[in-house]
């Protein structure tokens, strides 16, 4: 070779070769069909029932349940509603979407319907659906109806074959995000400035279930719910947090 010639470059790589790549993927996911999307017109637990949404049977239990309470808005993207018209009219609007799929939450105790819930951002090509526009009026707060909704509703992701469900809120909303973490969703970090809602910044907190969480918080799920839980004045025996992080 003449002294003046270049160094030979060597053998040639293709960028996308297995040998320039050599990096780590996922695992190839086996076995795997698209879930169907929710749509069940009734889930029933022992405390509550998930009605899909329907103004004439929910709207007016619901504003009753909500009235003098504006506060239970704060954090979502609606409400305070004027009056029953003004909801109605709301309700009718949700009710005729299948993303968010709305429920009702009524009480299986007293009959009445105390909050609503939905699924939503659903893509059962990746197996993902998130539980959110979640409302639940003051009188279901801290109930076991109320707890047992949510529950319910990752129950029935799970066994449709999602694999993985989602908890979402403004990051400032901490009623939220500990009802998250006491679910036993996993906390996966912030989201800032992720959208604007009533003229404000919101940061948003992401959580999520995957399924292979689930069994163990099933059956933590399933043990706060027992009956045995509860003493003779409905007072919890053991909380859900401390089970779901045993």
């Excluded at 320039?20 to 637990?45: K, S, Y």
């Excluded at 105790?109 to 939905?118: M, P, W």
């Excluded at 989602?166 to 400032?172: R, S, T, V």
């Excluded at 036993?184 to 995957?210: C, L, P, S, V």
């Amino acid at each position: 070779m003449p002294e003046d010639s270049p160094a030979s470059p060597g053998p040639s790589v293709a960028i996308d070769s297995p040998a320039a790549q050599d990096r780590p993927t996922g695992p190839v996911v086996v076995g795997f069909t698209p879930p169907p999307a929710p749509g069940p017109d009734l889930i029933e637990g022992r405390h509550v029932l998930l009605e899909r949404l329907d103004p004439d049977r929910h709207a007016e239990d619901l504003f009753a349940a909500n009235q003098g309470q504006d506060w239970v808005w704060d954090y979502l993207g609606y409400g305070p509603f004027a009056d029953l018209p003004a909801y109605r009219g709301w309700q009718a609007e949700m009710a005729a979407k299948s993303d968010p799929c709305f429920y009702a939450l009524r009480d299986r105790a007293t009959g009445k319907v105390g909050g609503l819930a939905s699924f939503m951002r659903i893509d059962p090509a990746n197996g993902v659906i998130e539980i959110g526009h979640i409302e639940i009026a003051p009188p279901m707060q801290r109930t076991p109806a109320a707890t047992e909704a949510i529950s319910l509703m990752i129950g029935w992701a799970f066994d449709a074959g999602y694999r993985r469900v989602e908890w979402k809120c403004d990051a400032l909303n901490a009623p939220s995000r500990r009802a998250a973490l006491r679910y036993g969703f996993a906390f996966e970090g912030i989201f800032r400035q992720h959208m604007i809602y009533k003229g404000r910044n919101r940061d948003t907190a992401w959580y999520a279930i995957i399924d292979r969480d689930w069994p163990r918080l099933a059956a933590a799920h399933r043990a706060w719910l027992a009956p045995g839980n509860f003493d003779a004045q409905g007072r919890q025996r053991q909380s859900l947090s401390a089970l779901t992080v045993a």
